[in-house]
């Protein structure tokens, strides 16, 4: 099982990145994915979460109306599109799969190695 994570990277405040999540060695899929983030000294955080059919969404309060995930079986790629970014959204962000829509770090099965989110003010 892999998941690959990028395209994070530097951005002013107010700019936007795109995060993609390649998966392989699991039916992409048959599971729910998650977008959580970290920084130091704090604990894992949620961001967002998608079914496996992609028809369901959940955010977190922090990042509603600012991110959207997204995915694309056919290609077993996971997206988190980033806008109006801030400094406070500076971390580093992993992916994730679950069997079902979770918010919650134990309950996801495959975490990716995560990509470093920098946000300037």
């Known amino acids: 099982v892999q998941l690959q994570a990028s395209g994070g990277g530097l951005v002013q405040a107010g700019g936007s990145l795109r995060l993609s999540c390649a998966a392989s060695?699991?039916?992409?899929?048959?599971?729910?994915m998650g977008w959580f983030r970290q920084v130091p000294g704090k604990e894992r955080e949620f961001v967002a979460t998608?079914?496996?059919?992609?028809?369901?969404?959940y955010y977190a309060d922090s990042v509603k109306g600012r991110f959207t995930i997204s995915r694309d079986n056919a290609k077993n790629t996971l997206y988190l599109q980033m806008n109006t970014l801030k400094p406070e959204d500076t971390a580093v962000y992993y992916c994730?799969?679950?069997?079902?829509?979770?918010?919650?770090?134990?309950?996801?099965?495959?975490w990716g190695q995560g990509t470093q989110v920098t946000v300037s003010s």
């Open positions: 994730a799969a679950s069997y079902g829509l979770a918010r919650r770090t134990s309950e996801y099965d495959y």
């Open positions: 998608i079914s496996w059919s992609g028809d369901v969404t």
């Open positions: 060695g699991f039916t992409f899929s048959s599971y729910a």
